[in-house]
């Protein structure tokens, strides 16, 4: 069973860091890319970042490229998001997703792209 859980988030300053962690569990996991989706509240969700199975390659969206940080830990099955320079803009409930259909990154830039989803963590930026 395809289990994706994340951890990490919590109630920042404008200006902070977080670090977002998603433990990988029941795929081989350096055989796939993963994924960070969020959604802000009372909007739709939005596609963040994403890592191929070997790390090398990552791909972000526009409104995070420069402030986000996607990499993964294939001995520990598990991938990370390191935020900085933190915005109310921010707030949203976090996933971790992957499709284990071993696509490039290049197809996977949109949340239907992927298949199988962590609960999500909430990320607060807020003074």
């Known amino acids: 069973e395809v289990q994706l859980v994340e951890s990490g988030g919590g109630l920042v300053q404008p200006g902070g860091s977080l670090r977002l962690s998603c433990a990988a569990s029941?795929?081989?996991?350096?055989?796939?890319?993963m994924g960070w989706i969020r959604q802000a509240p009372g909007k739709g969700l939005e596609w963040v970042s994403a890592?191929?199975?070997?790390?090398?390659?990552?791909n972000y969206a526009d409104s995070v490229k420069g402030q986000f940080t996607i990499s993964r830990d294939n001995a520990k099955n598990k991938v990370y998001l390191q935020m900085s320079s933190l915005k109310p803009e921010d707030t949203a409930v976090y996933y971790c997703?992957?499709?284990?259909?071993?696509?490039?990154?290049?197809?996977?830039?949109?949340?239907?792209?992927?298949?199988?989803w962590g609960q999500g963590t909430q990320v607060t930026v807020s003074s």
């Open positions: 890592i191929s199975w070997s790390g090398d390659l990552t």
């Open positions: 029941g795929f081989t996991f350096d055989d796939y890319a």
């Open positions: 997703a992957t499709d284990l259909k071993a696509r490039p990154l290049d197809e996977l830039t949109h949340p239907t792209d992927f298949t199988y």
